[in-house]
């Protein structure tokens, strides 16, 4: 309603603007459920630019680095989420610290590793494994809150809490973690901003446009600096893109990558016996008379025009909630950060999913858009994990971070410093055993040049010199025991070292204890 004064509020104001400029954007479910909630008046623009900035925090689902056209792709071009780096800055070493969605997402919402956060593996994949992740930690939304925003997130959830619980004010998301993604059989949302209740309810359509519907009637309904999380999820399996670009790839021959017939001979035995490889997929009915070579390139085909189109989609999405922001006179002062919980193999060593430590799966895309405070264009060879996210936005915002909060704030990055504590190593761990795909528990670090995995529960290793084989096929340990190639001997000892401080450091016990490798080589 205006105030008595005839100034319109903020909350009016947004919803004139995406009434009468955005209505043809959306779905017919979602016109249908805003239609009364709008009023028929024309346009007026408002501008938030005195206040505290907004967030718009956009979280892919499993889109490594290399799929994006800013990053280098040749596959796809993906202007929109290019345009939060054209606008902003990119990072080229941006690193998950656990390629799983439960773990990735718990970690971006606490700031903390999986080992602290509780959330070690996805819910339901392992009998041995039973992640927990308690509504009463502190999380990043809670933070916000507290500091007068308002708080929502929309499309992919994957956590065992209620969202209400963990700090939204709105929130929207599917059932389960994948599809079907055209008529999805149900969306868990509040009644109302500020309720922990959950009522099911039904939209029709496709996913990615339905999150980004659902997104802009969210902020809709502030009328305080936001803090909104996208989280975008269709280029999962099923893979299903939407209609239109079914057939985008059909007259196209999409080359394979230099690993895809990749024979696991020279690596630890958990990379043979992983259950992901794209030969054995049979979600696209491969034709029956295929050799095992065609087969496996028939569905690599079929694999990456699905995923591509997917991906598409989510473009157009981000395009269209840039559309929004701008028409709203809020763009100029929200800040848009893009990454994904996790990388993805996309034909790399012959696979599609995730988990291993290997670089597909590891890295992540990190960009983010502030004018004013972050140089247009700009990119950075400094490094980030998804523990930095939370303490960056709260430190973007000028809100104290939590000391239980394990990263550390990027701001120092946007302002061209590189401060003496920023890390130039990781540390990983994943845990997840268990169906469908059988990657074995491991961790590891990664440096500038080397990365050091130990596959713990098997007592193997895998050691591997990026700088010299930056596609990781050979590892240089010999298997059954830590015999390592004699001129890397000083390096596995000394990795291995680091890997046991950065356990200390992150107050990880879980797993066995680190155990540095004898001085030995090869008979």
């Keep these: 309603m205006s105030s008595g004064n005839g100034v319109i509020t903020r909350r009016e104001a947004i919803k004139r603007i995406s009434g009468a400029t955005l209505g043809a954007g959306l779905s017919p479910a979602a016109r249908a459920a ?30 490594p680095q290399h799929a994006l056209s800013c990053y280098g792709s040749r596959l796809i071009h993906t202007p929109n989420i290019d345009r939060i780096a054209n606008e902003g800055m990119r990072f080229e070493n941006s690193f998950t610290t656990n390629a799983l969605c439960s773990p990735a997402r718990a970690t971006l919402l606490t700031g903390k590793y999986n080992h602290l956060n509780g959330m070690i593996a996805n ?28 708080t929502g997130t929309v499309g992919k959830w994957h956590l065992p809490a209620n969202p209400g619980e963990v700090g939204f004010d709105y929130f929207v998301y599917k059932e389960g ?33 339905n999150v980004t519907d659902l997104v802009i009637q969210g902020i809709q309904q502030f009328d305080k600096p936001f803090f909104m999380m996208v989280q ?19 007259a196209i021959r999409i080359p394979e990558p230099a690993t895809f017939w990749d024979d696991y001979s020279m690596r630890a035995s958990p990379a043979k016996e992983a259950r992901m490889r794209i030969a054995d997929m049979m979600d696209f009915h491969p034709p029956q008379d295929l050799t095992d070579r065609q087969r496996q390139q028939w569905n690599y085909h079929q694999f990456m025009a699905h995923f591509l189109g997917t991906l598409r989609a989510q473009d157009d999405n981000i395009g269209r909630l840039f559309d929004f922001l701008d028409k709203a006179g809020l763009a100029e002062n929200t800040i848009i950060i893009y990454t994904t919980d996790h990388g993805f193999f996309l034909g790399d060593h012959g696979w599609f999913d995730k988990r291993f430590m290997y670089e597909q799966a590891l890295k992540v895309p990190w960009m983010i858009r502030h004018p004013g405070r972050i140089k247009a264009g700009s990119v950075t060879t400094e490094w ?25 704030s990027l701001v120092p990055v946007f302002q061209g410093q590189t401060p003496p504590d920023r890390p130039r190593s990781m540390y990983y761990h994943y845990y997840g055993f268990g169906a469908p795909h059988w990657v074995l528990p491991h961790y590891g670090i990664r440096t500038d040049r080397y990365k050091l995995i130990s596959y713990y ?28 190639h004699p001129a890397y001997e000083a ?13 200390a450091e992150y107050k990880d016990t879980t797993g066995p204890p680190v155990q540095l490798l004898p001085v030995s080589s090869y008979n």
């Design 384 to 408: 980030t994990a998804n523990i930095d996210n939370a303490p960056t936005v709260l430190d973007l915002l000028g809100i104290p971070i939590p000391e239980e909060m394990q990263g550390k």
């Design 232 to 250: 975008y999820f269709n280029a999962h399996r099923p893979f299903d893109p939407p209609h239109q670009y079914e057939h985008l790839y059909d």
């Design 34 to 63: 805003q239609s009364e909630a709008r009023p028929s008046s024309g346009p007026s623009r408002q501008s938030n630019s005195s206040k505290q900035p907004n967030v718009l925090w956009i979280t892919g689902e499993g889109v």
């Design 491 to 503: 390096v596995a000892h000394d990795l291995a070292a680091e890997l046991k401080s950065l356990r």
């Design 177 to 209: 973690a994948g599809g079907p993604y055209y008529d999805p059989n149900g969306y868990l949302q509040n009644p109302s901003l500020g309720s922990t209740v959950i009522e099911k309810r039904s939209y029709p359509g496709y996913e990615t446009d």
């Design 457 to 484: 529960t098997i007592n193997e290793w895998e050691l591997f010199d990026l700088e010299k084989d930056p596609d990781e096929m050979e590892n240089l340990f010999v298997w059954g025991g830590y015999k390592v």
């Design 123 to 150: 819910p339901g994949e392992s009998a041995e494994i039973v992640p927990h992740f308690e509504a009463s930690q502190e999380t990043l939304p809670k933070i916000l809150k507290r500091h007068g925003y308002q």
